[in-house]
Nanobody, 123 residues
Framework: QVRLVESGGGLVQAGGSLRLSCAASGRTFSTYAMGWFRQAPGKEREFVAAISWNSDRTYYADAVKGRFTISRDRAKNTMYLQMNTLKPEDTAVYYC????????????????WGQGTQVTVSS
């Protein structure tokens, strides 16, 4: 498994930007695909974005496509989520996760999760 720690959450006004980071430890990070998920109060966890182990494939939920960008730096063992043009409906706890699977949009295929970071977008 991979140990994951998120950072970068906070309070921002609608239309603003935030960058989330996910620091990973463990030998398998470089061979694992990574993803971001979020969970809003009273709602189920949902997929946000994912990136393959070598960054050749990225996936985005329709709700964030064109506004969020996922990336990773294997040398730094870190994954990022650049979030632009934030909306109040983006308010949630954001989790990073790692998976050896090829099914990157499915949360149940991820075997390592971070503790989450709160993102709050005010209107």
């Amino acid at each position: 498994q991979v140990r994951l720690v998120e950072s970068g959450g906070g309070l921002v006004q609608a239309g603003g930007s935030l960058r989330l980071s996910c620091a990973a430890s463990g030998r398998t990070f470089s061979t694992y695909a990574m993803g971001w998920f979020r969970q809003a109060p009273g709602k189920e966890r949902e997929f946000v974005a994912a990136i393959s182990w070598n960054s050749d494939r990225t996936y985005y939920a329709d709700a964030v496509k064109g506004r969020f960008t996922i990336s990773r730096d294997r040398a730094k063992n870190t994954m990022y989520l650049q979030m632009n043009t934030l909306k109040p409906e983006d308010t949630a706890v954001y989790y990073c996760a790692a998976t050896p699977s090829i099914y990157l949009t499915l949360g149940d295929r991820y075997d390592s999760w971070g503790q989450g970071t709160q993102v709050t977008v005010s209107s």
